[in-house]
């Protein structure tokens, strides 16, 4: 008779080829017990498919990467985006011997926090939020909320720690030269997440717990940088020639090159040491196309008109969420179609003003759109 265990004890036996610097699955945290009866997956394996089965990953699709409504399919959108990062991920995991499960799982849901609109909407909540109630919107801590609170009708994921921190120190819009991991409790992660609610400058000073949330977060990088600038390219946002010539020489000028490139260097330079880096060069030229990218693509993607009609859409909308739970108006989406689907401890243990952001920071772009005619 098969024995699921076995097959268990198997693939851990394969973790001990590891670097001694990999998580394997023998440290998996989470933060509320469970049974692993007839399951073969190990951990981090198991936080992966919770992940792309929540309703969260589905919503990926619709989810602005850098251009809303381009009117062009071949465009990226976040969904693109975590595959392009798990990608990325997953092959430097593979090549520094390093848990490419864990390193796969915080890729497919470091952004299933981000608001409709891209950073612009995120931008919005933040300072809604901060209107409204003196908190912060971030979409990485948003994501943290996603899988322990909101996914399974408010009930959460139990996904375990490591990847919620990798999850929650992803942040790629910082680059830095080198990534060292700093081991923590869950007691220092939950500490952490609350300060960044209250302040969310502090989330440049959070780091992953381990070396695959770091390869994450540079993953996080190699994931945009090209593909942001063919799809400039795409849709005639600037001219390729217009390149610095250091970023031309050192990454080169398509997607494909820009990413294995960068993933040769981090390769290099992180073999059997017990961080990520970057060369000096790859460094520098990385920060050069970021800087290009910004001031060539981002600040010209939405113009003025957009982010103010965004900023009304997101406003407009939390007023009528409000005024739909003061009436307790059952026939407002907010409680046909978000609240009463959610679990009685939601309900209880959640303010309406949190109630409200979790339902907005959920939209795809088309359904905010859709519920803004709809109310306005």
């Known amino acids: 008779m098969l024995n699921f265990n076995e097959?268990?004890?198997m693939a851990m036996k394969r973790e001990e080829l590891f670097s001694p610097f990999a998580c394997k699955s023998n440290e998996a945290i989470r933060l509320n017990k469970e049974e692993k009866e007839n399951d073969i997956r190990l951990d981090f394996a198991r936080d992966t498919d919770r992940i792309v089965h929540a309703?969260?990953?589905t919503r990926y699709i619709d989810k602005t990467q850098v251009y809303t409504d381009s009117g062009n399919?071949?465009?990226?959108?976040?969904?693109?985006?975590?595959?392009?990062?798990?990608?990325?991920?997953?092959?430097?995991?593979?090549?520094?011997?390093?848990?490419?499960d864990l390193s796969e799982a915080i890729a497919l849901g470091h952004d299933i926090g981000h608001t409709p609109f891209g950073h612009v909407g995120e931008y919005i909540l933040d300072e809604l939020s901060f209107e409204k109630n003196g908190t912060h919107f971030a979409h990485n801590l948003n994501s943290v909320r996603v899988f322990t609170k909101l996914e399974n009708n408010g009930r959460g994921c139990n996904l375990t720690l490591q990847v919620l921190?990798?999850?929650?120190t992803h942040n790629?819009?910082?680059?830095?030269?080198?990534?060292?991991?700093m081991p923590k409790t869950c007691e220092k992660f939950l500490e952490e997440y609350h300060m960044c609610l209250q302040d969310n400058s502090k989330i440049k000073n959070i780091r992953p717990m381990t070396m695959e949330g770091c390869v994450v977060r540079l993953s996080d990088i190699i994931g945009y940088l090209g593909k942001d600038i063919e799809d400039s390219k795409r849709l005639k946002g600037f001219d390729i020639d217009t390149l610095p010539q250091n970023v031309k020489e050192v990454l080169g000028t398509s997607n494909a090159q820009i990413m294995n490139n960068i993933i040769l260097d981090v390769v290099k330079e992180s073999y059997h040491k017990p961080y990520i880096s970057l060369s000096d060069k790859m460094y520098e030229a990385i920060v050069d196309l970021k800087n290009f990218n910004y001031e060539n693509i981002y600040k010209k993607a939405i113009d003025d008109d957009k982010r103010k009609e965004y900023k009304t859409i997101l406003y407009t909308l939390y007023d009528v969420y409000e005024k739909a739970l003061n009436r307790k108006d059952q026939e407002n989406h907010i409680n046909r179609i978000f609240l009463n689907n959610m679990s009685k401890d939601y309900l209880e243990n959640t303010s309406d003003f949190q109630k409200i952001i979790?339902?907005?920071?959920?939209?795809?772009?088309?359904?905010v759109e859709k519920e803004y005619r709809k109310y306005k």
């Not at 921190?165 to 929650?168: E, R, V």
């Not at 790629?172 to 991991?181: C, D, F, I, S, T």
């Open 7 to 9: 097959i268990r004890e």
């Open 55 to 57: 309703l969260s990953y």
């Open 73 to 100: 399919d071949n465009i990226s959108t976040r969904m693109t985006h975590v595959q392009f990062v798990s990608r990325a991920a997953r092959t430097i995991s593979r090549a520094l011997g390093l848990n490419e």
């Open 165 to 168: 921190d990798g999850i929650m």
């Open 172 to 181: 790629g819009e910082m680059v830095k030269a080198e990534y060292r991991p």
């Open 358 to 367: 979790d339902y907005l920071s959920g939209m795809t772009d088309n359904f």
